[in-house]
């Protein structure tokens, strides 16, 4: 066994693997935007890992991207609950300790369209920011617990923007209130994950998510085979959703939170 930096090829292998867990992976892989380091044995790769802002480790092996982990100074440590924990165990001695670590996050998984929920969802346009970025930014407060538009209000429009124009971002928007929103983390052609589900408070507890989550998948299922996302275990309103639109539990993630 030997520490390499995989190929595209390489990496697109081992994320075949488990598609679903390495959804993130797979996506960055694809797009360039990857700074990855591995651990290959007669080839084939048994761990992989990203370090970059969040440190995204995979596979077996983990324990060895410590010292890169170590130095990069990550928000985030984030990924299938074994391999992070493998990985943190090697390198918590030589990090701060994290503001939270949220063990035990269900990835839910849907194949099969829903019935329709017949709201007025659509792709997010350029027009729609200057409702977008706030709703973004209180969607990251809530999950995260960080102001982005405090700690970094130019990158994080340049990011909502970003998703925007690539078209990973969907609302429903109703008489200036945003209705539901979110936006996809990862994109292969394999699966689409979600991340950050959101209803404007004064829209609450009025079916809106699960109406919205239902047309969002249907349209996502028409161009891949799989949405998923994951879903801190306390928030016990939104796994309600995902399980009431058929959504089905598989693996657990873990986020360490700096």
């Not at 324990?63 to 609950?81: H, K, P, S, V, W």
């Not at 996809?184 to 394999?190: R, V």
């Not at 998948?217 to 939104?238: D, G, H, I, K």
């Amino acid at each position: 066994m030997r520490s390499v930096t995989p190929t595209l090829d390489q990496v697109l292998v081992f994320c075949a693997e488990q598609p679903i867990e390495r959804v993130f992976l797979e996506d960055i892989a694809r797009r360039g935007l990857g700074r990855f380091s591995a651990l290959e044995k007669d080839g084939r790769l048994l761990a992989l890992c990203h370090v970059g802002a969040n440190v995204v480790p995979s596979g077996k092996g983990t324990a060895l991207f410590a010292d890169a982990t170590a130095r990069g100074q990550a928000r985030m440590i984030i990924g299938e609950e074994r391999a992070v924990g493998e990985l943190w165990d090697a390198a918590r001695e030589r990090m701060p300790v994290p503001r939270d670590d949220r063990p035990g996050q269900p990835v839910y998984v849907l194949d099969e369209p829903p019935e329709a929920g017949g709201t007025g969802l659509r792709r997010a346009t350029v027009g729609d920011l200057e409702l977008l970025v706030p709703a973004c930014a209180a969607a990251h407060h809530e999950e995260i617990g960080i102001d982005p538009l405090r700690r970094d209000p130019d990158g994080f429009r340049w990011r909502t923007r970003a998703q925007v124009e690539e078209g990973r971002s969907w609302l429903w928007l109703e008489d200036g209130v945003i209705r539901f929103k979110a936006e996809a983390s990862a994109w292969t052609p394999t699966a689409v994950q979600l991340q950050q589900v959101w209803v404007d408070p004064v829209s609450r507890n009025r079916g809106d998510a699960k109406r919205a989550m239902r047309d969002l998948c249907r349209l996502l299922l028409e161009q891949v085979p799989t949405v998923c996302l994951f879903v801190r275990p306390e928030n016990v309103a939104a796994i309600r959703v995902y399980e009431g639109i058929g959504m089905r539990r598989t693996i657990s993630y873990r986020s360490l939170i700096f």
